[in-house]
């Protein structure tokens, strides 16, 4: 048997170790910490909805009604009316024939590989891509090849490369590392052209970008052809828990008889399905969300440029600073934490090699002078860290 104490003794001398951390409040912006406060920057709770009065009262309301755990799979008796209400409210928003509720994101991803495609398949991939859906190709058994960044000669040469079998081109709409988007309307154009599926995991748009927080996804391409796959999470911008893909009626008889991350798993608390009716509602009337957080994303790249600190190409909630080193990404995490203030250090192999960064996240709930203060110890501590590196 393997011992398994010196590779983690390599991961923390490359500076790459991963370390979980205790909150002792709610999801927010001010949160504590193993018993200390902080200002955090990240979250993906971008609306600020995690812990919304609303929901904390349909959530109560929904146990009261339906009970706490769902006892079963969907395809056993774990289908409540929860699920199903859920499931029609999401159809309704997205303007998709069908909409299917799945545990996670993660399994979502898997599950729809899993179901479209086999051994003699191909599946097409962004080279940045969430690493579910790169973990997608192995539950499926297709092969997987992968594209450069949002470049699309890149993917129309890997499209023009197969030759035999379906194909799925996946992609995230908003990179959650990046905070880029993808070009949702030629991907789309590339696809019907090749008689390819696509699939987009809109689970960092949803509910932020768009009409109504429609998405990224509908943003670019509406309603979507009958070859495109809206996948979309529900713990991010909605507060919730969970996820749901989106598409024809074909498509979805098609997961429930053969996503394998669908049928073997039990049903989520029916309870958080029916607090989730009560986040789609405020994301669609949140409009004056929407409004502060983009005025909050336009104060932070304004600020951040003057500062001359590395931005990345992003106008979404996601806003990385690249580091590249992960040492001195840790670093930066580090001077912001002694100074009450929490970011993301994301490292390899979430990111590639040298590509290692600060993620911040911007939410609906910071105030400008919460977004001023980042900006203020960031600009300081960023060029300490440099300084100290040069
Ligand atoms: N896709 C993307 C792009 C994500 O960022 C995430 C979550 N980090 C997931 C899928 C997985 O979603 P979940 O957390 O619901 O499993």
Not at 150 to 165: C, E, F, N
Not at 288 to 293: K, P
């Amino acid at each position: 048997m393997r011992d398994l104490v010196p590779a983690l003794e390599r991961r923390r001398q490359q500076h790459l170790y991963r370390q979980r951390q205790t909150l002792g409040t709610p999801q927010g912006v001010e949160i504590t910490v193993d018993g200390t406060p902080y200002l955090s920057f990240c979250s993906n709770d971008y609306l600020g909805l995690a812990n919304h009065p609303a929901l904390v009262r349909a959530l109560a309301e929904g146990a009261r009604r339906f009970g706490v755990g769902s006892g079963a799979a969907h395809l056993i008796t774990g289908h409540s009316y929860a699920h199903q209400a859920l499931e029609e409210d999401l159809a309704a928003f997205t303007g998709r024939p069908r909409a299917l509720l799945f545990s996670t994101g993660y399994m979502a991803n898997l599950g729809i590989a899993s179901a479209l495609l086999r051994r003699g398949d191909t599946l097409v991939e962004d080279r940045l891509n969430h690493a579910s859906l790169i973990d997608a190709a192995q539950l499926s058994g297709a092969r997987l090849v992968r594209y450069r960044h949002t470049d699309m000669d890149s993917l129309a040469r890997r499209l023009s490369g197969v030759s035999s079998g379906d194909t799925l081109v996946a992609t995230d709409a908003v990179f959650s590392m990046d905070g880029d988007c993808a070009p949702l309307a030629d991907m789309q154009a590339l696809c019907n052209r090749h008689d390819a599926w696509l699939l987009a995991d809109d689970a960092h748009g949803f509910g932020v970008l768009g009409e109504q927080g429609g998405g990224w996804l509908k943003s670019q391409v509406g309603e979507g052809a009958a070859n495109t796959v809206l996948m979309a999470t529900l713990g991010k911008a909605l507060g919730t828990f969970g996820a749901f893909v989106a598409g024809s009626d074909a498509l979805i008889e098609t997961l429930v008889q053969q996503s394998r991350t669908y049928v073997y798993t039990t049903a989520t608390p029916p309870a958080v399905a029916w607090a989730t009716r009560t986040a789609l509602r405020l994301v669609r009337e949140g409009d004056d969300l929407r409004t502060h957080l983009n005025e909050l994303i336009k104060r932070f790249r304004t600020a951040a440029a003057q500062l001359e600190l590395p931005l990345m190409a992003s106008l979404t909630p996601i806003q990385p600073l690249q580091v590249g080193d992960a040492a001195m990404a840790l670093g930066l995490g580090d001077a912001l934490r002694r100074q009450g203030i929490l970011a993301g250090v994301i490292r390899p192999p979430t990111v590639p090699e040298g590509a290692a960064r600060l993620r911040i996240t911007l939410s609906a709930q910071h105030t400008p002078e919460q977004v001023d203060r980042l900006l203020d110890v960031l600009g300081k501590s960023y060029r300490e860290v440099m300084n100290a590196a040069s």
